[in-house]
């Protein structure tokens, strides 16, 4: 029989060398864990699996190309859905990541002003504390300025091109809406004023003032390109791919399931034995009880249609989640010591 590979008894050790890690970090006390520095390497630990998982659904994507790819190149059987199946997913990745990098664009443009807040106040704060290695307080103010108000003239000229794009997109409403956010962005820039001077913001209390100034100067400029995101293709598209379809058909599958669940209540609630009977008198209080016009028939149907969810049904739950859980634990064990891992194991007869 040959021997196990090297790559196999690789896989095994680091499999163990994860598991016990994490096994002992859960199990030993916080104190024993100071002592040997796993506390402060913990965090950077489980960012590494993190990472580790999110190769996984990379493998996953090559491991779709590569199956759907095949059956559609040599158009073998179902050939058809294995092109639906690539076409949605690239179609869909590509306009998530479009759509993820506008968004983030917007932030970034919002960010140039909202950043100078917090400029301000680190001005004040080094200020205070007669920081050294610093530039002067005069002349971080007037680089403060010089930021704010060519930040400002970009927002402007950014802001009347949003304007103008959307005037033929946006509804009657849609306008109105726009025109408030536009108007509040303007009446903010209108408070930060273009002379400004650095011997204006000699003051703490005036400097925090035009720091705050541009931080909601910033949060009015995101939402007038929010307002554009919104109304963008990339972003309308998404929408149409998400809520249009993929919502839409998962509720035509579920829907689809309710006739199957309907089915199996029906050959469920057919009485053959004691036990179905008392399934089926259970279901029928609970439901009679859940119905607007119980008191037509028992006031005391809610009450029993309680008792019934809170002490058999909670049990019969709670005897489920602690097989589930065994069976779990069980499962861990044998992913732990690699004994499900067929590829792993050494097969008699194979030499």
Excluded: C
Excluded at 217 to 232: I, P, T
């Amino acid at each position: 029989m040959q021997d196990e590979s090297y790559r196999g008894k690789l896989i095994r050790l680091v499999t163990f060398l994860g598991g016990i890690y994490f096994f002992l970090e859960f199990l030993l006390p916080e104190s024993i864990l100071n002592s040997i520095g796993v506390s402060e390497a913990h965090s950077q630990i489980s960012n590494g699996f993190i990472v580790v998982g999110s190769m996984a659904i990379g493998l996953g994507i090559i491991n779709l190309m590569l199956v759907h790819g095949t059956r559609l190149a040599f158009r073998r059987k179902n050939w058809v859905f294995s092109a639906a199946l690539l076409f949605g997913l690239l179609v869909m990745m590509t306009i998530t990541i479009l759509d993820w990098t506008i968004s983030a664009n917007v932030t970034e443009l919002s960010q140039s002003l909202t950043s100078l807040r917090n400029f301000s106040s680190q001005i004040v704060t080094d200020s205070k504390e007669e920081k050294a290695g610093v530039p002067h307080r005069t002349q971080r103010v007037e680089a403060l300025i010089s930021a704010a108000q060519s930040r400002k003239a970009e927002a402007l000229r950014k802001v009347a091109e949003i304007r103008k794009k959307l005037e033929t997109q946006l509804s009657a409403t849609e306008q109105k809406l726009f025109e408030t956010t536009e108007q509040g962005f303007h009446e903010i820039a209108q408070n930060i004023s273009d002379s400004t001077t650095s011997d204006m913001l000699q003051d703490d209390d005036a400097l925090l003032r035009y720091g705050v100034a541009l931080g909601e100067l910033g949060l009015a400029f995101q939402k007038v390109l929010y307002a554009e995101y919104e109304h963008s293709t990339v972003r309308l598209s998404w929408l149409f791919l998400y809520e249009g379809l993929y919502v839409a058909l998962g509720s035509a599958m579920f829907s689809l399931l309710g006739v199957y669940i309907a089915a199996a209540a029906y050959r469920a609630f057919r009485v053959k034995s004691f036990e179905s009977f008392l399934m089926m008198a259970a279901a029928s209080i609970v439901m009679l009880g859940q119905i607007p016009f119980y008191e037509y028939i028992s006031m005391h149907l809610p009450a029993a249609r309680q008792w019934l969810l809170e002490t058999p049904n909670s049990a019969a739950f709670r005897a489920i989640k602690i097989g589930a859980s065994i069976a779990g634990l069980v499962m861990a064990f044998r992913m732990w010591f690699s004994i499900e891992s067929e590829k792993f194991t050494p097969q008699k007869g194979k030499h």
